[in-house]
């Protein structure tokens, strides 16, 4: 399966884009992940893309493709994959749906509603895995032990785009960009809207009924 979750910082795309990927089979990535990956290994696109999310900002549209379509063309992925939070933009959209067109393109678009409150909220209380990149958040789903990953009891660290100033600015990005892509997809008729507000079980359940 190929399926796209979409939704604002702090909607809990990660957390389930993991779940729904070991239940299916497939892999998930995130272009923050593919970000840091590249961060990690010093490449040129990896040093582009930290100046802007250090500001809280969307990497530049050719910078992330080209992330993003190596990722989904190799062998390794040619099951299916879940995509957190890519497309992000219009021309995102559009080069994601070319080169998918001969292989079926994206079987679901489902996005995540959530109040901006509560967004403000889970952002400000977000941890991530230095080492495996699980998310963690210390009110909807702390780790077991404080500061360590339940998985690979990695250290935990919150991003320097999880500060508050810049969780304002990533929200109103993500307004001004991201939302006409929704639009794209409910237009075409792919789109899946569920309420991501509630507890991770029951959003995990309304996720699983539009996957199906």
């Given at each position: 399966m190929?399926?796209?979750?979409?939704?604002p910082p702090g909607s809990g795309k990660g957390t389930?884009?993991?779940?729904?990927?070991?239940?299916?089979g497939v892999k998930s990535i995130s272009s923050g992940d593919l970000f840091r990956e590249n961060l990690s290994m010093n490449t040129e696109l990896g040093r582009l893309a930290k100046s802007f999310m250090d500001k809280g900002e969307y990497v530049p549209d050719k910078i992330t493709i080209d992330m993003v379509m190596g990722w989904i063309d190799n062998?390794?992925?040619?099951?299916?994959?879940?995509?957190?939070?890519?497309p992000r933009t219009l021309a995102q959209a559009e080069a994601l749906e070319e080169r998918l067109a001969d292989k079926g393109g994206v079987d679901r678009v489902?996005?995540?509603?959530?109040?901006?409150?509560?967004?403000?909220?889970r952002l400000s209380s977000r941890f991530i895995c230095r080492s495996c990149h699980t998310p963690y958040n210390d009110i909807s789903s702390p780790p077991l032990a404080v500061g360590k990953c339940d998985l690979c009891h990695g250290e935990l660290y919150q991003r320097d785009d999880d500060q508050a100033d810049v969780v304002r600015n990533r929200l109103s990005v993500y307004m001004r960009e991201t939302?006409?892509?929704?639009?794209?997809?409910?237009?075409?008729?792919?789109?899946?809207?569920?309420?991501a507000s509630q507890k991770i079980e029951d959003v995990r359940g309304l996720l699983e009924k539009a996957i199906r």
């Open positions: 190929k399926i796209i979750l979409m939704g389930q884009a993991v779940h729904i990927a070991l239940t299916k062998p390794e992925h040619s099951a299916g994959f879940v995509l957190d939070g890519f489902i996005f995540f509603n959530v109040p901006e409150g509560v967004l403000v909220s939302e006409p892509v929704v639009d794209h997809f409910r237009q075409m008729g792919k789109l899946f809207e569920i309420d």
